[in-house]
């Protein structure tokens, strides 16, 4: 079975930095898109930014500049460079992964959208 772990979550004052880890582990034959969403109580979950498998990212308006979104295809991990964090950050964050699941009994693969567990990044004032 297929899971993603994050890390590197926690407090820090405005105009800090954090770096975001996320691994992939399990049966995996590929692994397409990745990507950090964030999530703050009564609100909507939002992307912040995802990266394709060549290397191509995209970025939410409001982070562009400040946060960097990278990956190692052989770590099957995902990174996320917050820099220049502002109160309004202040969220869960969460991985997301478009994951090709080797299914070696059955012969096969099997497409996965997975989520992370979540780890909370706080921006004091």
């Known amino acids: 079975q297929v899971q993603l772990v994050e890390s590197g979550g926690g407090l820090v004052q405005a105009g800090g930095s954090l770096r975001l880890s996320c691994a992939a582990s399990?049966?995996?034959?590929?692994?397409?898109?990745m990507g950090w969403h964030r999530q703050v109580p009564g609100k909507q979950r939002e992307l912040v930014a995802d990266i394709t498998r060549g290397g191509r990212a995209n970025y939410e308006d409001s982070v562009e500049g400040r946060f960097t979104i990278s990956r190692d295809n052989a770590k099957n991990t995902v990174y996320l460079q917050m820099n220049g964090l502002k109160p309004e950050d202040t969220a869960v964050y969460y991985c997301?992964?478009?994951?090709?699941?080797?299914?070696?009994?059955?012969?096969?693969?099997?497409?996965?959208?997975?989520w992370g567990q979540g780890t909370q990044v706080t921006v004091s004032s």
């Open positions: 997301n992964a478009e994951v090709w699941e080797s299914l070696p009994q059955q012969g096969g693969v099997a497409e996965r959208d997975l």
């Open positions: 399990g049966s995996i034959f590929s692994i397409r898109t």
